[in-house]
């Protein structure tokens, strides 16, 4: 999975991410797996160039939108003289267009003037004008643009460059190759990264004071370990009124829970250490202790405190200390006074060291004053 980094907390083995992409068919990332991270510094590749359509797309892009005014009456056209009419005031018509001068404007009883030499065809002459008739109302199209002297109104409402400009989006992340700048005017976005665009068009996304981290405790929630080994073990022997101290192998079934966790060590960079409660149920069998034919079926029982600092996720020791009773389940022909030396109480006081072997799975060895045995435990 590809993560965006949120926030980091310094001396903790935290961070806070926002997914960003997933990968293959992965769903969901196992808490209780490992996993590698790679941190991205930088692109590896260089500026691609521009295509011919990126070009035009980026024109598109940045060329100024017109703005949006509503239509303000036009201006008044300049106006040309024409010739008073016996009896009436002076009229005004509109300009003409400069391509096509038509001809001079005369009264009712002027004459024409005559035609230019080489003219096949005389000019027409205009009807006479009315009296007091309104001028011709100006074209809706936009009036050609005055001469220089001309005297413009300046009374009339000018549109402002910005007044009704869209504002510009804004810039949105380019996933999965689709930029929204220069691709939201050719085709819509994928379906794929809807949501990823939904997010970045969001104003709160890059506001961290809106994000709400969980600060999770470092102690997880697997505190129980169940495990099974094989090792030696010490009992006593008495015979003849001597007792003499032996080791017998075995295999035993261990039970551990912790019950606190960043006594000293905080964990994080650093170590992390834990007290836990230890329980451990042995079987083995003494054959011919004593006498020919006799057997002794022992159960060893143990409880210990064990104090753990663990310098990685993968390597820790620790140190134990507590009791173990020796019980005789079952005997043979026994010995009285054997049978009596072998359900003893023993010291157990050592040391041992405890490595990763899998997602949930450790070894564990143990050696002490009681025994020395080695274990595989689960973790949950």
Known sequence: ?????????????????????????????????????LEKLSD??????????????LSEI?????????????????????????GSEALTAPAPPPEASPPPAVADNAVPPPPESGATTPPE???????????????????????????????????????????????????????????????????????????AKDPEADDLSTVMVEEKPLATHDVNFLGLGAGIYLNDKVQNGATTSFYTPGGFLLYSRILKQNIYFKGGKGAADDLSFDAWMGYYKILTLINSGDSYTVIPLKASARYTVMFSDDFGVFAYGGLEQNVVA???????????????????VGVGAIFRAGPSWYVRFDGGYEGVDLSLAIRF
């Open 1 to 37: 999975m590809a993560f965006r980094i949120l926030r980091q907390y310094g001396g903790k083995k935290q961070f806070a991410a926002k997914w960003m992409r997933r990968y293959n068919s992965i769903k969901q990332l196992d808490p209780a797996q490992s996993y590698m991270a």
């Open 330 to 348: 079952a005997t043979t022909n026994p010995d009285a006074n054997a049978q009596k030396g072998l359900s003893s109480t023993i010291p157990a």
């Open 125 to 199: 002459v205009p009807p006479p004008l009315p009296t007091e008739a309104p001028v011709a109302a100006a074209p809706e199209a936009p009036p050609p643009a005055p001469a220089p002297d001309a005297a413009m109104d300046e009374s009339l409402p000018k549109p402002s460059a910005e007044e009704g400009l869209p504002k510009p989006a804004a810039p949105v992340p380019r996933p999965e190759g689709y930029d929204s700048e220069l691709d939201s005017g050719t085709s819509p976005p994928p379906k794929a990264v809807s949501e990823t665009i939904a997010e």
């Open 44 to 57: 590896n590749s260089g500026a691609v160039p521009l295509t011919n359509q990126d070009k035009k797309d």
């Open 62 to 86: 940045e060329k100024p939108a017109e703005p949006a005014v509503e239509p303000s009456p036009a201006p008044s056209a300049p106006t040309a003289e024409v010739a008073p009419i016996p």
